[in-house]
C-alpha cells in the first residue's frame, strides 16, 4: 500500500476514503463520517475529519503525537462514537494527510496556532460540551492552548504528555554537539506498546515518518522554557500515564504538570508502555475507564 491511497500534496484520488477508512479501522457503524483539507493560516492543507453518531453528548477534539496521525489514534476515535461522542480529528502539518517538512516545526506556537484555528472552525455552538484528548506532543501542545487561551475545552484528558522526553540531558547534551553538523537523523522504532501487532502495524504504516529533524528537538527545547513562565491553571484536567513509558520522562513531567494545573487528576497504568491507546487489551481497558468516568462525570451524566 502506497502514501498515495487518498488525496496528497494537493492531488485528488477519487473514491479512495473508503480504503483510508478500512485501512485504519475507521469504518464506525452508525456513525456519519465527513473530512476536507482547508489551507491554514499558514499555508499548509491540513487533512481534517469528522465522526458524527445520532444525537451526540457532545465534541472530543483528538490530538495525536509525534511521528502519528489521526489514523493511528483509530481505537479511541471508535470508542469515544460508541459513547455518543462526536470526534473531531486533524493530521499535524508535516504529519499523515497533512501537508509540510515531514516531522518538521520551526516552533510549537505554529501547532498551538493550528489547534487554536482548528477550534475556531469547527465549534459552532456555544453551549456544546466540549473535550479535548491528546497524547504525547498533542498533549503538549493541549498544555499549552489551556494554559494560554483555555476557555473553549470543558474537560481536557492529556495521556503520556510530553514536557520532557526520555533521557532529556543526555538529548540536550547531543543537541550541542550535532548542531550545524547534523540536520536529520534516522528513526529509531521503539518498542512503545506490549501490543506486538500494533508495533508491525507502524512499521508498515504508508503515513509515518522514518527521519527525525534535528530543527524539531531544538523546538522542544525552546518551547518548555517558554511553557515555565505560563501562569499556572486551576483548570481540572486528567493526566493517564503509564509506568513503564521510555519515550518521555513521565515521572519530571507529572511533577511539572502538577505545578502548572494543581487541580489535575493522575492515573498511573501499571506496566503500560508510551502508547497507551494502541496497547494490548487488559492496559487499553484501564486507560479507557480511566478516560470515561472523567469526560462523562464532567458532562454532567
Not at 459513547?83 to 497533512?98: E, K, M, P
Not at 466540549?130 to 492552548?145: E, K, Q, W
Not at 503520556?160 to 538529548?171: E, F, K, Q, T
Not at 506490549?194 to 512499521?203: E, G, P, T
Amino acid at each position: 500500500m502506497t502514501r498515495d491511497f487518498l488525496k496528497v500534496q494537493g492531488k485528488d484520488v477519487p473514491g479512495n476514503m473508503q480504503a483510508y477508512l478500512q485501512y485504519y479501522n475507521l469504518n464506525c457503524s452508525g456513525v456519519e463520517h465527513s473530512h476536507e483539507f482547508f489551507r491554514s493560516r499558514s499555508n499548509e492543507e491540513i487533512f481534517i475529519q469528522s465522526f458524527t453518531p445520532a444525537a451526540p453528548r457532545g465534541v472530543c477534539y483528538v490530538l495525536h503525537g509525534y511521528f502519528d496521525h489521526s489514523g493511528s489514534m483509530s481505537q479511541l476515535i471508535r470508542h469515544l462514537t460508541s459513547l455518543q461522542f462526536q470526534v473531531v480529528a486533524y493530521d499535524l502539518q508535516g504529519h499523515g494527510l497533512s501537508t509540510g517538512d515531514r516531522g518538521a516545526i520551526r516552533t510549537f506556537d505554529d501547532y498551538v496556532d493550528l489547534f487554536k484555528e482548528i477550534m475556531e472552525r469547527y465549534r459552532k455552538k456555544a453551549d456544546q460540551y466540549s473535550v479535548a484528548i491528546a497524547h504525547s506532543t498533542g498533549g503538549a501542545i493541549l498544555m499549552d492552548y489551556l494554559l494560554r487561551y483555555g476557555g473553549m475545552i470543558e474537560t481536557a484528558v492529556l495521556v503520556s504528555p510530553l514536557v520532557r522526553s526520555h533521557n532529556w540531558h543526555m538529548s540536550r547534551a547531543g543537541l550541542i554537539l550535532m548542531k550545524r553538523r547534523v540536520t536529520m537523523l534516522p528513526r529509531v522504532y521503539k518498542r512503545n506498546s506490549s501490543n506486538l501487532h500494533y508495533l508491525k502495524q507502524v512499521k508498515e504504516d504508508p503515513l509515518q515518518n522514518g527521519r527525525i529533524p534535528v530543527g524539531w528537538f531544538q523546538a522542544l527545547v525552546n518551547w518548555q522554557n517558554v511553557l515555565e513562565n505560563y501562569p499556572d491553571s486551576d483548570k481540572k484536567i486528567l493526566v493517564i500515564q503509564g509506568d513503564k513509558d521510555k519515550t518521555v520522562d513521565w515521572k519530571y513531567n507529572l511533577a511539572f504538570i502538577k505545578r502548572k494545573f494543581p487541580n489535575c487528576e493522575m492515573r498511573i497504568v501499571r506496566g503500560g508502555n508510551h502508547q497507551l491507546l494502541n496497547e494490548r487489551e487488559d492496559f487499553l481497558k484501564q486507560t479507557f475507564n480511566c478516560l470515561d468516568s472523567f469526560i462523562i462525570q464532567g458532562n454532567g451524566d
